[in-house]
């Protein structure tokens, strides 16, 4: 009996099924999707901007350059910045208030020389005003001899000469000849509307006073004679507060040196002066520079002219 229940015992059989990558399932398609799309997006890209006209692209440039809230409210865009620190400079360690001095420098450097040609050109231009003025007005005409127009590196100089028989004032005299008062006015209404300052200086020839050494001498004829030049500017209009200096140099800078009594080297000199002539001028910092070499006598704006002057010799 037992050997027939051996027989008769079933014989069990176990098939190992094997399953293929059922961890991964279908995500590999998906990641490849996004490949495909990601390249297609960049080749439409390289199309769009090699079709695209060289003045758009500078104009899409500048809107990533200038952001939106830039471009309301106006300022500097970001994309400007030639620093990564904010306000510049060099040092990684600090996050603001890093100026670059080098840029900061040349950015001054660049503004005083666009300001000076400025000056300059405003100059020129008044300058070519008083030459008109003086060609066409018949009664300066007759003396344009005697008005000089020199632009020098401090400004436009316009100078009033003495000639032999047709002298600015009478000799040993502050007071103004009827002619030299109409140029004076004609030149006081052509400077009305300039922004520059202005200095005058009196010059006379070498010729001395009696007692000039201890009393009234060239350097007091001089400025007064400045001065009385002045009061005529002031009189055609031009502002009182727009004079800067008025000076008296005596003999001390002759404009004909070869012969120091020479006509010419009496003479009223008006300095419209640059920007640059006017801060060196009233610079504390530097008085050697702001005062000529020698010192003239300075005439206060209210001084009024000597009632009798000594006989000049």
Do not use: C
């Amino acid at each position: 009996m037992a050997g027939d229940a051996k027989k008769l015992q079933p014989i069990i059989i176990k098939r190992v099924k094997k399953g293929g990558h059922s961890a991964h399932g279908g995500a590999w398609k998906i990641a490849y999707a996004d490949f495909v799309t990601a390249m297609m997006a960049f080749f439409l890209l390289m199309w769009l901007l090699g079709s695209t006209a060289k003045g758009d692209l500078q104009g899409i440039a500048a809107h990533f350059q200038s952001p939106l809230k830039v471009a309301l409210a106006g300022g500097d865009g970001a994309g400007q910045s030639d620093s990564i620190i904010r306000g510049g400079g060099t040092d990684l360690t600090r996050s603001s208030g890093n100026v670059n001095r080098t840029n900061d420098e040349e950015s001054r450097r660049l503004a005083r020389e666009r300001a000076q040609r400025e000056d300059m050109e405003r100059i020129t231009v008044l300058r070519d005003k008083i030459e008109t003025l003086v060609s066409a007005n018949p009664k300066l005409a007759e003396f344009r001899s005697q008005i000089q127009l020199i632009l020098t590196p401090d400004g436009l100089l316009i100078q009033i000469v003495d000639e032999q028989n047709r002298p600015m004032f009478d000799s040993g005299s502050a007071i103004v000849k009827p002619y030299m008062r109409d140029i004076l006015r004609e030149i006081g209404a052509a400077l009305v509307d300039v922004e520059n300052r202005i200095s005058l200086a009196g010059y006379t020839d070498a010729t001395p006073y009696g007692n000039g050494d201890r009393g009234y001498s060239n350097w007091e004829l001089s400025a007064d004679r400045a001065n009385a030049s002045r009061r005529e500017l002031v009189t055609a209009g031009m502002p009182d507060a727009k004079i800067i200096r008025v000076v008296g140099l005596a003999s001390s800078v002759p404009f004909d040196a070869a012969d120091p009594t020479a006509p010419s080297n009496r003479r009223i000199s008006i300095t419209i002066m640059t920007r640059e002539a006017e801060e060196r001028l009233t610079s504390r910092s530097d008085p050697i520079q702001a005062l000529p070499s020698p010192a003239p006598a300075v005439v206060p704006s209210n001084e009024a002219v000597p009632a009798a002057p000594p006989i000049r010799q």
